[in-house]
């Protein structure tokens, strides 16, 4: 792409350079030198003298000298001096011609001296004032008023911003919302970060900030204190699976024991259990199981002792040590032998 763009333009500067002029105010394509002479003894010519006083000597000074004479001559036309006209001739209407405004362009750069008037670009733009010398841009228009054209100016609506494009994506560095990443400049969530480079592109984080350093911003991560690049969360309650205290049941993240497991799921809320081991299967986790040896889905404590009544050796009776002397199956606190 990069050779064709260059042999494009090679080809443009070939085709748009103009074989330098000694002079050609009239705009005839035809250089001074091998213009006509004029009739010096036709009183309209002799009538049109240069500062010295003395009359021009041929046609490069009259708009078609062929068909007026010197009835129409060139004055003021050639600002910078390089022998090219540019501006407006005013023909007043008479019996011979009709009122008409000729306007001569044979100068690409009116207020700048450019002789071999090389045009690059072929927009008719010389170089030397083309704002965008090799982008064809016939309007020439600055929208930020820097001398960089718009269509070759990498960050268009910033004043004088420098022209450096990091990733070549067209938008320069001081203007490019993801200036390491080629993108056209998206930005859903309107906070200045391109999508392409936004770690929450739907969500406004402008610091971009990503705690955990999982390439998840924290506006917009599940987990934002834990390393969750995959963002599962299985029960879909918002809490990603890797900081969820009950991954697999959907509700608050209120944890009474703080032990990690959510009390929405916890076996024993009220005792810490990071295991979460029941031996008997009853629901009760054994940090809390009144009879963990002993399935007791109930839970029935009658002496309120913290023995449940289903392995209480004087269930009726307060009796917390559980003490059988005789081991007879009948704790000391309730036992009449």
């Not at 064709?4 to 500067?13: E, F, I, Q």
């Not at 705009?27 to 006083?53: I, K, Y």
């Not at 450019?114 to 704002?131: F, L, P």
Request: proline share 6%.
């Amino acid at each position: 792409m990069t050779s064709l763009l260059l042999a494009l333009v090679g080809s443009a500067a070939a085709q748009c350079m103009a074989d330098p002029y000694v002079q050609d105010l009239n705009c005839n394509g035809v250089d001074v030198v091998d213009e006509v002479a004029v009739d010096l003894t036709d009183p309209e010519c002799a009538l049109n003298t240069n500062d010295a006083g003395f009359p021009y000597p041929n046609a490069d000074y009259y708009y078609d000298y062929v068909s007026f004479q010197c009835a129409v001559p060139v004055f003021d036309l050639d600002l910078d001096n390089d022998g090219l006209s540019a501006g407006d001739i005013s023909l007043m209407p008479d019996e011979a011609f009709p009122d008409l405004v000729v306007t001569l362009t044979c100068d690409n750069c009116p207020d700048d001296w450019n002789r071999d008037q090389t045009d690059t670009d072929c927009d008719n733009v010389g170089d030397v004032c083309d704002i965008c010398p090799t982008v064809f841009d016939p309007l020439q228009e600055d929208a930020d008023a820097d001398g960089y054209g718009d269509f070759c100016d990498s960050c268009r609506f910033v004043a004088f911003a420098p022209q450096e494009d990091f990733d070549a994506d067209g938008y320069g560095d001081a203007c490019d919302n993801c200036p390491d990443v080629q993108n056209l400049q998206s930005d859903d969530d309107e906070d200045g970060v391109g999508d392409d480079c936004d770690n929450c592109w739907q969500d406004a984080n402008s610091d971009q900030h990503d705690y955990d350093q999982d390439g998840l911003g924290d506006a917009c991560d599940i987990c934002p204190d834990a390393y969750d690049p995959d963002q599962i969360d299985a029960d879909e309650d918002g809490y990603g699976d890797a900081c969820d205290v009950c991954p697999n049941s959907a509700g608050t993240q209120a944890d009474g024991d703080d032990d990690g497991i959510g009390d929405d799921c916890d076996i024993c809320r009220s005792a810490p259990d990071t295991d979460q081991s029941d031996s008997d299967a009853d629901g009760y986790g054994d940090a809390c199981d009144r009879c963990p040896a002993l399935r007791d889905p109930l839970q029935l404590d009658a002496d309120a002792d913290a023995i449940g009544d289903a392995c209480d050796s004087c269930p009726l009776v307060y009796n917390p040590d559980q003490e059988d002397f005789d081991a007879d199956g009948y704790g000391d606190a309730c036992d009449n032998c």
